[in-house]
């Protein structure tokens, strides 16, 4: 059916079938004006169903399931890749850079910060003008590029003796020329990875039309299977991998990264006559500014009452390119001038820095609603970021031997990934039914209760690190540097971080990426990945404001170089206090959201759950 086709039906009313309806692969809008016609809808959605399978007889057979498995597929070897840079920095700045641990943990925070802080630019290319298949093919090539340059590097210039930052070989001191060329790999690594984060994520869900039942259920199943995938792909870096660095074997390291990220990027070309495609929306940054200029311009006009008054362009399709329309809100209402209607708009040329349309205006108030949201996440991805620093940190002074064996410390973040292919198994098979059945809701809980679930468990595994430090302290033995307290201790602070993921990270996923209107859908989901990114800037604010502090007086402060002189637990308890705190703020701004209102979305939920009883 060609996107200026109709269908009539002339009873009492009209079913028009024009230009926006991406249930038949084409631009078409649906106007619905009775009952009567609604059957009728439902009937031709029928017909476009074949032989009892819930796909459509037209182009529709682009994505699906088996394009968005070749996504998380992608999304696995990623990881694995950058995990296997990731997860042992700590311990390569501290064994081959010869850097201490504070400056070590902070160096790990800002690199991490980086990386999730690049998906914000990721995200604006890909709604702006790249669209979000080439973002996520360019990023690759970046990515690939910065994992290159890294293994040549420890090999050419840092790798010095050969095996040397294992626990028996010290390093020679680094050339600058090798530290710099280190430095431009890793943040290469950084901005590839974290630029191809958000928009793979909103690429995968792309592959699902909110119009076929059948994918609206899939793709609200996918942010988990996202998120699986991620953590099953970081499972091999975080043993295999970790076991090679830990003893040395960095630059085997290092290529075995390169190696999976090549083969994630084949794999991603190879998928592409398969992928359903969304052109980009254009740039939100003017659309965002025009609303505040024309807000200013008319700050002394008395905006209308109702809310049907305000400036909308007709027809079914928004003034924003590939954008549905966003119905009219009451939150900040003073953002509704910039939408209403004036003598000098009447007649004359409508200027975009003075008359807005309301789904432009909408765009904005969806902005500043996730905006509390977002915020209130990062303390959460605060206590995430100590698994990569301060865990790793405190498991290299415990016992991490089973007879001669050595356990890696960062090898104990195999217990977190454990911890998420577990908890999202028992939250979508257990969770889910039980508390479905008690709230009605076939989601369960919402996407902001899951958040505020994960912020009480991310709470806990603080706490759980505080006394594990504490009982470390204790079986210190004078003149050794490791504890005899077993480094599997650090099982339940990591099995707790893991189950706070599952909650609060999917919860991310799905909540800014249903949340965010058409136009900046890849910003939506970057959001997730920002508040990592801020959450590792404000934990290495942290620890060098808690070293300041605690350093007076000539006293070696509660994160020294020597562990065993400091008090950790501490730190880990402040950041328990300061997630408590955090949480009370989060309860009362999840309470006053107010979720995003689409014209077409309670027609499309009317049509397809009778669509459902019938088919």
Known sequence: ???????????????????????????????????????????????????????PKTTRYLGGWKSAILLLVNQGLATLAFFGVGVNLVLFLTRVLQQDNADAANSVSKWTGTVYMCSLVGAFLSDSYWGRYLTCAIFQLIFVLGLMMLSLTSWLFLIKPEGCGGREIDCLPTSSVGVAIFYLSIYLVAF??????PTIATFGADQFD???????????????????????????????LVYFEDSGKW????????????????????????????????????????????????????VPTDGDNLYEVEGSESAIKGSRKILHSNEFGFLDKAATMTVKDVGGQMNPWRICTV??????????KMLPIFLCTIIYSVVFTQMASLFVEQGSVMNSNIGNFHIPAASMSAFDICSVLVFTGIYRQIVIPFSGRLTGNPKGITELQRMGVGLVIGLLAMVAAGVTELQRLKRVVTGYENSSLSIFWQIPQYVLVGASEVFMYVGQLEFFNAQAPDGIKSFGSSLCMASISFGNYVSSMLVKMVMVITTRGNRPGWIPGDLNSGHMDRF????????AIDFVIYFFCAKWYTPINLEESEREIKIEGQADNLL
């Open 1 to 55: 059916m060609a996107a200026s086709d109709s269908l009539e039906f002339r009873d009492n009313d009209t079913l028009k079938i024009g230009e926006k309806n991406d249930f038949f692969g084409e631009s078409q809008a649906v106007k619905i004006n009775s009952i009567d016609n609604e059957q009728k809808m439902i009937s031709l959605k029928r017909e476009c169903f074949s032989d009892g399978q819930r796909k």
């Open 359 to 368: 789904t432009q205006v909408e765009e904005v108030k969806c902005i500043l």
């Open 572 to 579: 880990y308890f402040l950041i328990a206090a300061l997630t």
């Open 192 to 197: 590839g990875y974290g630029g191809h984060q």
């Open 251 to 302: 630059t085997l390291g290092f290529l075995a990264s390169t190696g999976s990220a090549i083969i994630a990027l084949i794999l991603f070309w190879l998928g592409t006559p398969g992928y359903r495609y969304f052109k980009p929306c254009g740039n939100p940054l003017p659309r965002v500014a025009q609303v505040f200029v024309a807000v200013v311009r008319k700050w002394d006009v008395m």
């Open 210 to 240: 909110e119009m076929d039942p059948t994918d609206k259920r899939s793709k609200a199943s996918f942010f988990s299977f996202f998120y699986f995938a991620l953590n099953f792909g970081s499972l091999f870096s975080n043993t295999i």
